[in-house]
């Protein structure tokens, strides 16, 4: 079964440094990975996606993420931080087996951003 | 911008009472979803649906719950008897045609069931 780790479950970094969030998947075959955001008593928000193309993804309010097969991971970074990405971020993989294209999410990472 | 719509934002229901929880999927998209999180845990899928079926469910989604487009736009969730360990946010999602592991799925905002 595909499998996705998130390594930390709270993240804290001041206003205007970088942002890492890092995620570690586990896949028999090529996936589909995702990063989504939730904010506060919001729904699920798509930051970005990898689809095999090219393996630095550019998404939404500066976040990007990296491919690497070698390392089986699919971290997420911002290269300064704001005080609105304070949200809970979800790494997920798409399995496509049975025929629903189920998403499998990991257990979240809460960033806090600072002063 | 489009964007999948729930209803009621909250719903809190006796323990052994059926709910329905509704959606409304982004209109030009035919794959539907719904997802659950428990308080503290991780968002998980319950069962998708695709030409007025269900594609695939996890074991969380036993006979207790069901799934219908009652109509062109609507896509519902019924639980028949909550227990108190149905109490989640539950997500409904919608994406495009292919039924790819490409698609983007479109989530709303959610609807938290309280089971009393």
């Known amino acids: 079964a595909q499998s996705v780790t998130q390594l930390d479950s709270h993240v804290s970094v001041s206003e205007g440094t970088p942002v890492l969030l890092r995620c570690n998947y586990s896949?028999?075959?090529?996936?589909?990975l995702f990063w989504y955001v939730q904010h506060p008593n919001k729904g699920l928000q798509l930051l970005l996606k990898?689809?095999?193309?090219?393996?630095l993804v550019k998404g939404i309010n500066g976040f990007e993420a990296e491919f690497k097969k070698s390392e089986t991971s699919f971290h997420l970074t911002k290269p300064s931080a704001h005080m609105s990405d304070a949200a809970e971020y979800f790494c997920v993989v798409s399995d496509l087996r049975g025929g629903g294209n189920k998403l499998t999410f990991g257990t979240g990472t809460q960033l806090k951003v600072e002063l | 911008e489009p964007e999948v719509t729930q209803t009621p934002s909250h719903q809190v229901t006796q323990m052994g009472q059926e709910v329905i929880l509704r959606c409304v999927p982004i209109?030009?998209?035919?794959?539907f979803y719904w997802y659950r999180q428990i308080l503290g845990q991780k968002v998980e899928f319950l069962v998708s649906f695709y030409n007025n079926e269900i594609s695939e469910k996890s074991e969380i989604f036993d006979d207790q719950f069901s799934v219908e487009r009652p109509d062109g736009s609507n896509f519902t969730l019924k639980i028949r008897s909550t227990k108190l360990e149905d109490s989640a946010m539950y997500f409904c999602?919608?994406?495009?045609?292919?039924?790819?592991?490409?698609?983007?799925?479109?989530f709303g905002p959610g609807t938290r069931l309280t089971v009393l």
């Open positions: 896949s028999s075959y090529s996936p589909s």
């Open positions: 209109s030009n998209h035919l794959y």
């Open positions: 990898y689809t095999s193309a090219a393996t």
């Open positions: 999602a919608s994406s495009s045609s292919t039924g790819q592991s490409t698609d983007t799925q479109y």
